[in-house]
T-cell receptor, first 113, second 111 residues
């Protein structure tokens, strides 16, 4: 158990809908990262937050957004969902430094029908 | 569980033998590297890391080797066990808070 929690574990929705994925980092970790993992793309970095502020952006679509709250939990919002958004979405957390190890949560499996 | 990366390169190893998983990284400025293990249906799990000022680092049954000249990273697993069956990813970081992950290698341990 990495100490990172994610909910829900599974999510099934329809095209055009909006969903919110939730992540709680390890105790004491200030950084939260979001990744998308699909069969043909591997792990793709989406976005990072540090202590409530956006710190780095990766291949995140404009239909996706994220935020980190004062209690350090984070939410990833996916809107206008398309079939191709079906994937595993992982959250990871790390400490303060930029070379800190990332610890991953169990992921949320999203299926868009 | 689901299969991650159906078209991943696969390494098949006999139980008890040593495994060597290789990774070519992309950026010569990367200064921190991690190996992750991902079992079916689970998130990536940290195995071992190494910084660019080192060539080798050993953990319990695992060793990571870094060759900066050819931008190559390898993970050696000693006495491979059935529980080692998983997909293994390398990740690199060049100090920008952004990790770049390799595509992964599937390790199959044969009984």
């Amino acid at each position: 158990d990495s100490g990172v929690t994610q909910t829900p574990k599974h999510l099934i929705t329809a095209t055009g809908q909006r969903v919110t994925l939730r992540c709680s980092p390890r105790s004491g970790d200030l950084s939260v990262y979001w990744y998308q993992q699909s069969l043909d793309q591997g792990l793709q970095f989406l976005i990072q937050y540090y202590n409530g502020e956006e710190r780095a952006k990766g291949n995140i679509l404009e239909r996706f957004s994220a935020q980190q709250f004062p209690d350090l939990h984070s939410e990833l919002n996916l809107s206008s969902l398309e079939l191709g958004d079906s994937a595993l979405y992982f959250c990871a957390s790390s400490g303060q430094g930029n070379l800190e190890t990332q610890y991953f949560g169990p992921g949320t499996r999203l299926l868009v029908l | 569980g689901e299969s991650v990366g159906l078209h991943l390169p696969t390494l098949s190893v006999q139980e008890g033998d040593n495994s060597i998983i290789n990774c070519a990284y992309s950026n010569s400025a990367s200064d921190y590297f991690i190996w992750y293990k991902q079992e079916s249906g689970k998130g990536p799990q940290f195995i071992i890391d190494i910084r660019s000022n080192m060539d080798k680092r050993q953990g319990q049954r695992v060793t990571v080797l870094l060759n900066k000249t050819v931008k190559h990273l390898s993970l050696q697993i000693a006495a491979t066990q059935p529980g080692d069956s998983a997909v293994y990813f390398c990740a690199e970081n060049k100090g920008t808070y952004k990790y770049i992950f390799g595509t992964g290698t599937r390790l199959k341990v044969l009984a």
